[in-house]
């Protein structure tokens, strides 16, 4: 038997980032917002006003509209009783990450400033 | 009716061939033991062991606080006391046990014969058996820590603790890490590589879909907790200021590490629990989980927001308002994968006919105190709410129920469902009612009331409290109620002694569970490894126990006289190669007595000592590393079936491969600790690089950057000259290469950077040293690979340890490289 990976074979990363992609969408969106407020918000990068909450919103409204794609092209796994574990985990997790971000969004339009 | 894969009937002295390889070891020998039930039974013996030690100090604090002006405890017995409570609580019993659960469970749940590293597994017990108890025992000495379990900097500086209480949590907790590192190494490779034939990922149990989540999150919460350790010890021991405000370092720093360790802790304590319960109540309610993909989403989920919450224990420090937001946003939002999960566990009893034995009682707690436990984790995660109660009494009720709701009451009710695997007898269901009233009614009791007496304004953390304050009535109710709860305890221990000193019966399967690890099991696991072919093997294939005992599956003997269970693919389950498991042996027991006795006679500042004890604990590991790598005694072997398949796996199909990886990525979550805190240093300055230090020449740096890349080019020729004479040669000369990279730096360190003069010299020193570690360990590595090829034993078919060791060259490469980019950016940018 062959012994080298099989999991390329498989498919295995394919099939991971599948059904992770939202999770990651929600950690790049989280850090960057998280990072930046923090970095506009410390001596070494304070940014007079605040955070640059243009950025930050338009930032969010990408990743809203990735997660929003992610669960519309994937709406069918939601329903389908035969769809397979990384379509329907990516399927739930993509309205996970639509409703993480969201939050973030509605804390972006409330709040502002560094006080 | 499918034939099992394997019809024939089995040769005579098959059987005893088995059980003599995978024998345990009789008398005082057991102790060298490594086989995952052994070294499980243990771990979770020990842990327990932890859980009443701790849960006596959680007495001792609720008979002071019962009244008033109480003064069975002073002021700094008391510190220590609670300190001890929930540091023993968090890192010697709910990581261990649900770890040494898990090291016990997967391996037959699985249908595995072990773990693919069982010394690691037996190095991780010792590791945690040895240290724990030692760091326990600082209690007795007046010199357990007593800055509390998450050791706030000022108060656990030199300035305000100058004893050695601090430096036993700090360095104490520095071998529990290791432990559970190791741990979740082991869990992560032997669940995505040792499945039994068929058992595809969609397949797999949910409470191993848990583990492999819990051992990713360890990958990557751990490393947090270990850099900021090593910070608060460096501070301690050298006066280099990370966290002193004065010299430019930032308290908060440590709050940030800590909790991006601390938070995802407590998921990694809930999930595998979680993991459990979706295993057990399909059982009890005798139908399939419903929800199962999306709860296995759900605990995916979980795993990754929990990453985002770190900041909301720090809503009162200060930071701002839009961090705090997005913070507090991520908080609620984790609670709608984990309502998932509840909502598919009440339609999995509401679909089902539940049986209210033992462990459905435990599980109806559960949902009762983990759900009020999540309710008010929601209201602390609304930032006005939790400034009110912050470090309040509110906050001790809150994470006692979702830790004792989410941890504690699915752990015993796991303890009732797979105690019978040990000696095929369940526990006293009469007695498990009483257990469970008296747990159920005191935790209430004891809990409830904190959320009003936090409300009233009550601190945690104090010892004691003025009558007049209105406090005295629900602090008696409390200490009631937790000595309710501890009597549970109790009679729970009198009956787990009672039915372990029972004789041995058959185990079959008292539950009716559908899951593989309550297949017929002895030593070695199953007789035969089955092949899977649905969610539920048990329940849709009856004969498959009688099968699997029969020896009708795959591999009923061993094929190469040693250990062995078959190595699958991470996605199908499907057969690759024969995995060789090492035996019994003493190497990892002294291994971890080397490391836990490194480390605490550091703290007591033994030197010579602690090095001889650190130089058995490297021997020992290389010892045990010598033998582990040698050329399989077949090329490819029969394992039933008509299946053949080679007895080993060299490069990225090998599963020492996958371990280093996961190694190396602790390695590099380490990293990136120390580099945020360098960053994190450097924008609280006006000036980078602050007045008075400066960075070697840029030249310099690059030289030393061009050694290191040099090095990673002669391991690259060594791999390629693999079996000729030159491969030691190119090591050694690669060592040069990576020691004169360090000679360089150091030289050029000493021109400016004084670490004790600022925390930005001393974060860039950090990085600097953790860089130097490397290039030690390279100096251990390179002479042993030489060695290695000398004796002869490298080989194309016995080459994990140069693929290994030149992974963790080419890393110490790459983070060389990164450091210098991370410390020369920093001033650019902030130009």
């Known amino acids: 038997m062959d012994t080298r990976s099989r999991s390329d074979k498989e498919g295995f990363w394919r099939r991971v980032l599948q059904a992770t992609l939202p999770l990651l969408i929600w950690i790049a969106h989280f850090a960057f917002n998280y990072g930046l407020a923090a970095a506009q918000c410390t001596p070494g990068g304070l940014r007079p006003g605040g955070p640059d909450r243009v950025l930050l919103g338009v930032v969010t409204a990408v990743a809203l509209a990735a997660c929003a794609l992610l669960a519309w092209r994937r709406r069918g796994a939601l329903l389908d009783r035969e769809a397979g574990l990384a379509e329907r985990v990516g399927a739930v997790l993509a309205v996970l990450a639509l409703v993480a971000i969201g939050w973030s969004g509605l804390a972006l339009s409330l709040v502002g400033g560094c006080a | ?831």
């Open chain 2, 1 to 831: 009716m499918k034939m099992p894969p394997n019809p024939a009937p089995r040769p005579d002295g098959e059987l005893e061939k088995l059980e003599e390889v995978w024998r345990t070891p009789r008398g005082w020998r057991f102790f060298s033991a490594v086989n995952n039930t052994n070294i499980g039974l243990l771990y979770i013996g020990t842990a327990l062991l932890f859980f009443v030690l701790a849960g006596v100090l959680a007495l001792l604090m609720r008979v002071q606080l019962a009244v008033p002006a109480n003064t069975f405890l002073g002021a700094d017995t008391y510190n220590q006391v609670f300190t001890m409570h929930g540091t023993v609580m968090m890192f010697l019993f709910a990581i261990p046990v649900v770890e040494a659960i898990g090291v016990y469970l997967l391996p037959n749940m699985l249908g595995a014969r072990d773990l693919p590293f069982p010394r690691l597994s037996a190095y991780a017990y010792w590791a945690y058996a040895f240290g724990g108890l030692a760091f326990f025992c600082t209690l007795f000495a007046g010199l357990a820590p007593d800055g509390g379990w998450f050791m706030y900097p000022p108060l656990t500086g030199m300035k305000y603790s100058p004893g050695l209480n601090a430096d036993f949590w700090l360095l104490g907790i520095g071998f529990i890490e290791i432990s559970a590192i190791a741990g979740a190494i082991e869990l992560i490779v032997g669940i995505l590589f040792t499945r039994a034939p068929g058992m595809t990922l969609g397949r797999m149990p949910v409470y191993a879909w848990a583990m492999l989540v819990v051992g990713l999150m360890i990958v990557f919460a751990f490393p947090a907790v270990i850099a900021g350790t090593a910070l608060l010890e460096l501070e301690r021991a050298f006066d280099w200021p990370f966290f002193v405000a004065e010299r430019g370092g930032d308290p908060l720093l440590w709050q940030h590490l800590f909790w991006f360790f601390g938070h995802p802790e407590v998921y990694i304590i809930f999930l595998p629990a979680a993991g459990m319960v979706s295993t057990m109540i399909p059982t009890i309610a005798g139908t399939p989980l419903v929800g199962r993909r999306a709860i296995v989403a759900a605990l995916l989920g979980v795993g990754v927001f929990s990453f985002g919450l770190w900041a909301h224990h720090m809503f009162t420090a200060g930071l701002g308002v839009l961090e705090m937001s997005f913070v507090s946003a991520a908080s609620m939002a984790v609670a709608v994968p984990t309502a998932i999960q509840v909502f598919g566990w009440i339609a999995t009893l509401w679909k089902g006919k539940v049986r209210y034995d033992a462990p459905a009682l435990f599980l109806l707690g559960f949902m009762f105190i983990f759900v009020l436990g999540g309710l008010t984790g929601v209201m602390v995660a609304v930032i006005p709410f939790d400034w009110q109660v912050h470090d309040t009494y509110f906050i001790v009720a809150h994470f006692h129920y979702v830790l004792i709701g989410g941890m504690v009451f699915p752990v015993f009710a796991a303890i009732y469902y797979w105690l019978p695997l040990v000696n095929g007898n369940r526990m006293s269901e009469t007695l498990a009612r009483w257990v469970f009233g008296l747990m159920f009614t005191g935790f209430n009791v004891a809990f409830f009331p904190m959320h009003i007496t936090g409300l009233l304004g009550m601190p945690r953390r104090v010892y004691t409290y003025a009558p007049e304050l209105g406090w005295n009535g629900l602090n008696m109710v409390s200490t009631v109620g937790a000595f309710l709860f501890a009597a549970g305890v109790a009679l729970f221990a009198v009956d787990v002694f009672r039915t372990l000193r029972r004789p041995e019966r058959e185990v079959g399967n008292p539950w009716n569970a559908a899951t593989l690890e309550w297949l017929p099991s002895e030593d070695y696991g199953n007789r035969s490894i089955a092949h899977v072919d649905s969610h539920h093997p048990l329940w849709d294939k009856p004969e498959l126990a009688r099968e699997v005992e029969e020896g009708r599956h795959y591999l009923p003997h061993t094929a190469t006289g040693r250990r062995e269970t078959i190595a699958t693919s991470p996605v199908a389950g499907l057969p690759r190669y024969l995995l060789v498991l090492p035996g019994d042996s003493w190497l990892p027991v002294l291994a971890a007595f080397g490391t836990a006795a490194f480390f605490l006679l550091l703290t007591v500042k033994l030197y010579p000592l602690a090095w001889i004890s650190g130089a058995v604990a490297v021997g020992a590991v290389l010892g045990w590393m010598w033998g582990s790598d040698s050329p399989p005694p077949h090329e490819a072997v029969d394992v039933g079936a008509g299946l053949h398949l080679p007895v080993g796996a060299t490069g990225r199909a090998s599963h020492s491969w996958w371990a280093t990886i996961i190694m190396l990525v602790v390695d590099a979550s380490i990293f990136a600790s120390f580099a945020f805190a360098y960053i994190h240093v450097s924008m609280r300055l006006q000036v980078c690089p602050p007045p008075g230090a400066s960075l070697p020449p840029l030249m310099q740096a690059l030289a030393s950057c061009g050694l290191l890349a040099l090095g990673s080019v002669l391991v690259w020729l060594a791999r390629r000259g693999l079996g000729k004479r030159r491969l030691p040669w190119l090591v050694l000369a690669a060592l040069g290469c990576a020691l004169a990279s360090l000679a360089l730096d150091l030289y050029g360190w000493r021109a400016g950077l004084d670490p004790a003069a600022s925390a930005w010299g001393a974060a860039v020193a950090a990085l600097a040293s953790y860089q130097g570690l490397h290039i030690i360990l390279l100096l251990v590595l390179a002479p042993y690979l030489a060695l290695r090829a000398w004796r002869g034993r490298l080989g194309p078919r016995s080459r994990a340890t140069l693929d290994n060791i030149a992974l963790v060259w080419h890393y110490t490469t790459l983070q060389g490289i990164a450091a210098v980019a991370v410390v020369r950016s920093m001033p650019l940018l902030m130009e």
